[in-house]
């Protein structure tokens, strides 16, 4: 199944991850040193996040590296700034039509 | 128009909200009938070149307002909104839905809960609208659906937003 971006974001570890790995590929082992949690729980969040193409592994050599997938990132983004946008326009209509409101009250 | 009134759009993905503020440069009664009365949200509601269009509206607790939003080539995009609690120009709480004209729910789309909540501060009227999904993955679709209905349209940038979001899928 696809798993959605949403979920994946929606955990507050995998949401650090994401933040580790942002500026650089990391293996299993070097992102694990920085949470309190599992190795084996690590592993499953990263493959939510394999799952979801917010992450993709790298083989380099004997190791794999994992990477964030920035364009995929930047959907989300681009999602939610459409909402964002969507609530200022209608504020900025709304504006006007209580300044009209306002005048003619006078 | 550009008079620095407070804006704040933030997500919360805790607890799936999107959390909006805004105030405005008038006294609370005419904002509170601005957001309660359809003949004034018919006004407003709707970014352009949309136009929303009331077909009913019931403001009470156990209400509802039937309206469609209408684009440019007369498209219709119909919405409902069940009034749950409503404390006279302090706060009120609704279940938004998808609908059709005949104001029968679709139930395959997202549901959202708005809480909306008003505060005198003097000069201005703060409005914080707090929106909450059962699910963040139902505002994925959401929003994907504010591309479909082309409300995107009238918003800049937009094309290349577009282009990217349906290579996506």
């Known amino acids: ?106 | 128009m550009n008079n620095n009134l407070a804006f704040d759009f933030s997500v919360n993905k805790e607890n799936n909200t999107i959390d909006v503020k805004r105030e405005f440069a008038v006294e609370l009664p005419l904002v509170w009938d601005a957001y309660t009365k359809s003949e004034i949200l018919d006004q407003w509601w709707a970014p352009k070149p949309w136009k929303a269009r009331t077909k009913t509206m019931d403001f009470r607790e156990g209400g509802r307002w039937h309206y469609a939003m209408v684009g440019p080539e007369g498209e219709e995009h119909w919405s409902l909104v069940n009034y749950k609690s409503i404390q006279t120009r302090k706060n009120f709480t609704g279940l938004d839905a998808f609908a059709d004209a005949e104001g029968n729910v679709n139930k395959d789309m997202p549901q959202s809960t708005w809480e909306i909540n008003f505060s005198d501060k003097g000069q201005v009227t703060l409005v914080e609208i707090c929106i909450s999904y059962d699910d963040l993955s139902q505002l994925e679709t959401t929003l994907q659906m504010g591309f479909k209905e082309g409300l995107s349209k009238a918003m800049e940038g937009l094309d290349e937003l577009l282009a990217s979001a349906v290579k996506s899928k």
């Not at chain 1, 799952?51 to 794999?64: A, F, M």
Request: glycine share 0%; charged share 30%; proline share 2%.
């Open chain 1, 1 to 106: 199944m696809r798993r959605d971006v949403f979920q994946a974001i929606a955990d507050p570890t995998r949401r650090a991850i994401i933040v580790l790995i942002a500026t650089q590929a990391m293996t299993p082992n070097a992102i694990a040193e920085h949470f309190d949690t599992t190795r084996q729980a690590v592993s499953k969040h990263l493959r939510i996040l394999t799952e979801c193409q917010l992450v993709r592994q790298e083989h380099q050599g004997r190791e794999i590296y994992y990477q964030l997938e920035v364009s995929k990132m930047k959907e989300i983004e681009n999602w939610l700034e459409q909402f964002r946008k969507l609530w200022e326009s209608r504020f900025n209509q709304l504006d006007s039509v209580l300044l009209t409101i306002k005048n003619n009250k006078k």
